[in-house]
T-cell receptor
Framework: NAGVTQTPKFQVLKTGQSMTLQCAQDMNHEYMSWYRQDPGMGLRLIHYSVGAGITDQGEVPNGYNVSRSTTEDFPLRLLSAAPSQTSVYFC????????????FGSGTRLTVV | GENVEQHPSTLSVQEGDSAVIKCTYSDSASNYFPWYKQELGKRPQLIIDIRSNVGEKKDQRIAVTLNKTAKHFSLHITETQPEDSAVYFCAASVGNQFYFGTGTSLTVIP
């Protein structure tokens, strides 16, 4: 049981480039989310999904797209990278139901130059 | 949406002393309150949680209390040890979303 797996762990992009951060979980969790973590700002929700085929926006969705074609996978796409997207990105999953905690992936440290 | 405020942002304690971190929330519909510990360079990990129908929960040296009327909840760590040094995040869950506080950096001085 690998839990939540994120790739890559580190990435440097040039402004304007696009890329996809991968996230997979093997716990059959319905809920998956993407957060970004910036110093002094905690964890901010980018997009989330409550099941395959269902996604919704969080607090800071601009510049990012997601899709959820399977229960296991929830990739995050950066459409045209900007320096403001330099951050640590965490994918997380949890079982359905509002009173269950998230399991986080190990994170992706992204730098946009 | 929900607004979670967390205090203090930094906290230093002597080894063996207690540490208390406080959070407030704004949405009375929030019904689940987890706490996460994040060591440097690592992922956040769930350490304890409390549901809205419970006032207090303990797990060895850590405890969480919830005051629904005042809309605040707190993390208590007793007999602190150097390995407790980390950033701690509170969160409140309402509907399908979790809202996180901005974190408390705890340093335990040996």
């Amino acid at each position: 049981n690998a839990g939540v797996t994120q790739t890559p762990k580190f990435q440097v992009l040039k402004t304007g480039q696009s890329m996809t951060l991968q996230c997979a979980q093997d716990m059959n969790h319905e809920y998956m989310s993407w957060y970004r973590q910036d110093p002094g700002m905690g964890l901010r929700l980018i997009h989330y999904s409550v099941g395959a085929g269902i996604t919704d926006q969080g607090e800071v969705p601009n510049g990012y797209n997601v899709s959820r074609s399977t229960t296991e996978d929830f990739p995050l796409r950066l459409l045209s990278a900007a320096p403001s997207q330099t951050s640590v990105y965490f994918c997380a999953s949890r079982p359905d139901g509002s009173r269950r905690g998230y399991t986080f992936g190990s994170g992706t440290r992204l730098t946009v130059v | 949406g929900e607004n979670v405020e967390q205090h203090p942002s930094t906290l230093s304690v002597q080894e063996g002393d207690s540490a208390v971190i406080k959070c407030t929330y704004s949405d009375s519909a929030s019904n689940y309150f987890p706490w996460y510990k994040q060591e440097l360079g690592k992922r956040p990990q769930l350490i304890i949680d409390i549901r809205s129908n419970v006032g207090e929960k303990k797990d060895q040296r850590i405890a969480v209390t919830l005051n629904k009327t005042a809309k605040h909840f707190s993390l208590h760590i007793t007999e602190t040890q150097p390995e407790d040094s980390a950033v701690y995040f509170c969160a409140a869950s309402v509907g399908n979303q979790f809202y996180f506080g901005t974190g408390t950096s705890l340093t335990v001085i040996p």
